[in-house]
Structure formats: structure tokens, C-alpha cells
């Protein structure tokens, strides 16, 4: 459940218009593609699980295949994306308040953090139990939603037969053409990322490798059902020129079904992903900031625990890094907001990159040594990992030429780069500090 908290989200709830917009009926096609991608990462990530149960964050996989940069580099990238998920999903759930409680964006924001900060401050168990019960919601949301949407399209319920027609009855199937469809899959890749959570939290179970080794069995089911067939749906119900951007393709397929109340019902519906989406924000913001700190690469204050075994120096920085992107989001200049959360645009996927090859050299290290290989092992290695590794770098050239893309890609880029160039910085004062007191 807690996987589902992290890949099922506003992504696929709003997101997705853009998706259909751009890629037309076809683009349920680019999410499967991105699910497969998907299902090989976390198919190396149990294969490392496995192999090294010491490990306690999904990052620090980098760290011990490419050595102390690469965990630097991808604990910090990895930090600041969950970190400013943090004031996005809040000022995204004040705005779904506001049609309830009459209180500035502001108020309800703050309102959000703190009941946030409260649930993550108790224990990993009151994290996991709030996870349990909304993501709990929007399973049952969306299965529901494919049963009526399934029975429409089949002609089942509808007024005129099935309804399947519309999959090419408006420019066909790729209106746009095919590059359209694969220009989906950057979108596709922020959206179902999340996965990874579980590796995290799995670090506070008694059996966390053979957690992520289960995960991985059964996420590109829930991928498929959960995305590439609601998609399917949605295209298939409606026609996929009648989407509008920012606005939820599922009430709007919910109002063609003749669901009464479709609006309120999406609106409470993706309330819950948000509320899901900012609470894993926060316990893996706060968790990647432990295992930092845990290795000389954040303030050691944060690696103190509190009686119930919570970093709480962590969770109050998740909290107050929350505040300040709520204010500079409805207080400040749009464009202080704009800039950061463009900063983690392509940041997700630096990420997955540096764990992808830190599986390759990890798995050609115990070959090497003649070791014995773990029993969950990457699928006709080593050409799929090679495969995942040119797929990645090629959604991130698709960014580079693509319009809409090109700004986030480019900041990206430069955070990545001001990262590297502070662990170097980083190193060269440890040095100092280090021969400093060899001297004394």
C-alpha cells in the first residue's frame, strides 16, 4: 500500500490530461512503455535489496556501487525532489479545500503541514497506517471507476453500443503522429515514479529485503491496471479531443457515465492522493535526510532519534522547508516557486541512473570476487540494465528537445551540477579538518 501511496497521485488523476492531449488514444501505450522501465528499476533495486540488507535508503545503493560522490549526489537530488513535493501537494490540497472551508490558500496550507508534521512525528507506524487507509481510497476509487468505465465502453450501459470508436474516430489513433506518443513519456516517468518508496520504509521492517523482493512481483500489475487501463478507458469512453488540460479526464469520464455528483466525488477522491502523496513526501524526505546525516553528508544533529525512534531534526526540516514553499508560492513572486520546482524536473531520473549503473557495477563486483548471486536477480542481465540505462538517457534527450520540457531539463541540470560541485567542496574541507586534527 504504501507503493501505491507513491505511484498512484495527482499525476494520474490531473496529470494525464496533458498526456492525452498530446499523445491522443495512443498514449496509454507511452505509460505501459514507462511501466516496463519502471518494473527493470525495481527489479535492480531487489537484486541489491537482497544482496546488501544493510542498506537503508533507496540512495545509498549509489554510494555502494560508485563510491561516496554518487551517494552524495543521489541522496541530496533525491531529498530535494520528495522535499519540494512537500509545499506542492499542500497548496494543491488548499486549493481542493477551498470548495469546503472558506479560508485562504494560506491558512489551509498551513493547516496541511501541520497535521502532516503531527502524523510523521509519532512513529514510522502512524505514517504507514495513514498510508494504509488512503491509499486503501484510491484503490477502491479506481476500481470502481474501471468496472462503470468498462461496462460503457462495451456498450454494456451505454445509450449506443459500445463506444470503442472513439480510440480512432478523431484523427485516429496517434493523432499527432508517434513521436507525439513517445514525447508522453517524460510526463509518463515523473508520474509513475514512487515505487522506491517501499525500499525506504522497508529499512524500518524486521524483513525489509524480502519486501522489495515481493514488491516487485506484483507493482507492474498495479502499474498496468491502475494507469495503462484507466487510460485506455478514458480514451475509449470519450473522445480524447474533449480532455482539457489541468482538469480531471476521470470526472469528466465520470460525467459521461451520468455519475451523479462526479465533480465532488474526483474532487474528495484526489484530495486523498494528494494528502497520500505529501505525507510519503514527508517520511522520505526526512528518512533520505537521516541516512545523509548518518554518513558525515548532513549536520549530525539529524541523525538524533526521538522515544519513538523518529528522526524528528529531519521531519522539522521536511516541515520547515514546507512552510517556506508555501509562502514563496502565495506570498512571494510566482517565479521564487516556479524555479524551484522546476529545479527537480529531470532530477528523478539523474537519480534512477546513478542506482541503475550502481547495480551493473555492484553485480560485475561479486562476479568478479565469485560470489555467490542473490536469488532475486535481474531478468537477462546484463542487456536489460544496459536497456534501462539507454532508455533513461534517452527520456532525457526527449527533454532536451522537447518545448514544454527544455526549462525544467536545463535547471535540472544546473542543480545537478551545484550538487556535484558541493560535494567536492564538501570532501576538500573534510580533508582539511581531517589532517587539522592528525596535526594536533
Known amino acids: 500500500m504504501i507503493s501505491i501511496g507513491g505511484i498512484v497521485g495527482a499525476g494520474l488523476f490531473v496529470g494525464s490530461s496533458t498526456s492525452i492531449l498530446t499523445g491522443g488514444p495512443a498514449t496509454f501505450i507511452a505509460f505501459a512503455i514507462t511501466g516496463m522501465l519502471i518494473l527493470m528499476i525495481m527489479r535492480m533495486l531487489a537484486e541489491m535489496a537482497e544482496a546488501l540488507p544493510t542498506v537503508r535508503s533507496f540512495t545509498e545503493f549509489a554510494r555502494a556501487g560508485l563510491g561516496a560522490g554518487a551517494g552524495f549526489v543521489a541522496g541530496w537530488l533525491y531529498w530535494y525532489v520528495w522535499v519540494m513535493t512537500v509545499p506542492i501537494e499542500a497548496i ?73 470508436g472513439n480510440l480512432t474516430d478523431h484523427g485516429g489513433f496517434a493523432p499527432h ?32 529485503g524480502r519486501a522489495v523482493a515481493k514488491l516487485t512481483t506484483s507493482v507492474i500489475g498495479r502499474i498496468m491496471v491502475f494507469y495503462v487501463v484507466s487510460l485506455f478507458l478514458i480514451v475509449a469512453v470519450n473522445p480524447w479531443n474533449t480532455v482539457h488540460s489541468g482538469e480531471s479526464p476521470f470526472t469528466l469520464t465520470l460525467k459521461t457515465l451520468g455519475v451523479p455528483g462526479a465533480q465532488t466525488l474526483m474532487s474528495a477522491i484526489i484530495l486523498t492522493a494528494v494528502l497520500s502523496s505529501m505525507n510519503s513526501a514527508f ?58 520546482v522546476s529545479a527537480s524536473g529531470a532530477l528523478m531520473i539523474f537519480v534512477y541512473l546513478m542506482i541503475v549503473t550502481a547495480q551493473v557495477s555492484l553485480r560485475n563486483q561479486r562476479e568478479h570476487r565469485g560470489e555467490r548471486a542473490p536469488s532475486v536477480r535481474m531478468w537477462l542481465y546484463p542487456w536489460t540494465s544496459y ?51 592528525t596535526s594536533r
Open 92 to 164: 494543491a490540497g488548499a486549493k481542493l479545500l477551498q470548495a469546503w472551508i472558506p479560508l485562504s490558500e494560506l491558512e489551509l496550507g498551513m493547516m496541511l503541514m501541520a497535521l502532516m508534521t503531527a502524523v510523521n512525528v509519532l512513529s514510522a507506524r502512524s505514517y504507514a497506517e495513514f498510508e494504509f487507509w488512503f491509499a486503501s481510497i484510491k484503490v477502491a476509487a479506481i476500481i470502481v471507476f474501471i468496472t462503470l468505465a468498462g461496462a460503457y465502453a462495451c456498450g454494456w450501459t451505454a445509450p449506443r453500443g459500445n463506444t470503442f
Open 177 to 208: 503522429g508517434w513521436i507525439a506518443v513517445l514525447a508522453v513519456v517524460p510526463t509518463a516517468f515523473f508520474s509513475m515514479t514512487g515505487a522506491e518508496i517501499t525500499t525506504i520504509a522497508a529499512a524500518e521492517s524486521s524483513q525489509g
Open 283 to 340: 517520511y522520505v524526505s526526512s528518512r533520505v535526510l537521516f541516512t545523509l546525516a548518518e554518513h558525515g553528508d548532513a549536520p549530525q544533529a539529524l541523525v538524533r532519534l526521538n522515544a519513538r525512534r523518529v528522526p524528528l531534526g529531519s521531519v522539522c526540516v521536511a516541515a520547515a522547508a514546507g512552510i517556506l514553499g508555501i509562502l514563496a508560492a502565495t506570498e512571494a513572486p510566482a517565479v521564487i516557486f516556479d524555479f524551484l
Open 387 to 437: 536497456g534501462a540505462i539507454l532508455a533513461m538517457v534517452g527520456v532525457l534527450i526527449a527533454m532536451a528537445f522537447t518545448r514544454s520540457l527544455q526549462r525544467d531539463f536545463h535547471i535540472s541540470c544546473i542543480t545537478l551540477v551545484t550538487t556535484a560541485a558541493a560535494y567536492v567542496v564538501v570532501k576538500r574541507l573534510r580533508i582539511v579538518t581531517y589532517t587539522g586534527n
